[in-house]
T-cell receptor, first 114, second 113 residues
Framework: DTGVSQDPRHKITKRGQNVTFRCDPI?????LYWYRQTLGQGPEFLTY????????KSRLLSDRFSAERPKGSFSTLEIQRTEQGDSAMYLC????????????FGSGTQLSVL | QQQVKQSPQSLIVQKGGISIINCAYE??????FPWYQQFPGKGPALLIA?????SEKKEGRFTISFNKSAKQFSLHIMDSQPGDSATYFC????????????FGAGTQVVVTP
């Protein structure tokens, strides 16, 4: 059990650029979640996958955001035309299917949009 | 609109003391209430969780007290240690989407030697 891995740990970009983050969940975890956390706040749910299917998206996830989990293993979160308001920590978490309510979080990707 | 309200924002406790953090919720459909601990530069880590069919759950020095009628729950950290210095988040979710957590705003706990 190597834990949830996120890459990169830090990303600095200019407004208007596209960025992509990667998350590798704990192996054999069927569910994968993306959360966003701003300074001084708790994480906010963005979206989640059961295997390769994206089952729910928050209204926080604007059209500029897209997430994929093509083979039911790793996931990517892409933000197009970044805005300064997108600056936040993007957290990935994984879990087994229902019956085991333990969500394991990665260390996150800190995005700064200049 | 924040569905889970957490207080205090921060607290300082001496080593060996008790840290108490409180949370309140409005949505009666919530039925899973975890607490997470987060250190700087790290993601949140599950500390302890409770369901509303019990009023208290204890794991080591950490205890959750749950008051269903008041829609409140709290975390007690007994015999607080400097290594407990972190930010603590309460959260809540519903049975059919337990991983979709609504987090409180967090409490920064500092334990002085």
């Amino acid at each position: 059990d190597t834990g949830v891995s996120q890459d990169p740990r830090h990303k600095i970009t200019k407004r208007g650029q596209n960025v992509t983050f990667r998350c590798d969940p704990i192996s054999e975890h069927n569910r994968l979640y993306w959360y966003r956390q701003t300074l001084g706040q708790g994480p906010e749910f963005l979206t989640y996958f059961q295997n390769e299917a994206q089952l729910e998206k928050s209204r926080l996830l604007s059209d500029r955001f897209s997430a994929e989990r093509p083979k039911g293993s790793f996931s990517t979160l892409e933000i197009q035309r970044t805005e300064q308001g997108d600056s936040a920590m993007y957290l990935c978490a994984s879990s087994r299917t229902s019956g085991d309510e333990k969500l394991f979080f990665g260390s996150g990707t800190q995005l700064s949009v200049l | 609109q924040q569905q889970v309200k957490q207080s205090p924002q921060s607290l300082i406790v001496q080593k060996g003391g008790i840290s108490i953090i409180n949370c309140a919720y409005e949505n009666t459909a919530f039925d899973y209430f975890p607490w997470y601990q987060q250190f700087p530069g790290k993601g949140p880590a599950l500390l302890i969780a409770i369901r509303p069919d019990v009023s208290e759950k204890k794991e080591g020095r950490f205890t959750i007290s749950f008051n269903k009628s008041a829609k409140q729950f709290s975390l007690h950290i007994m015999d607080s240690q400097p290594g407990d210095s972190a930010t603590y988040f309460c959260a809540a979710s519903m049975q059919n989407s337990w991983g979709k957590l609504q987090f409180g705003a967090g409490t920064q706990v500092v334990v002085t030697p």
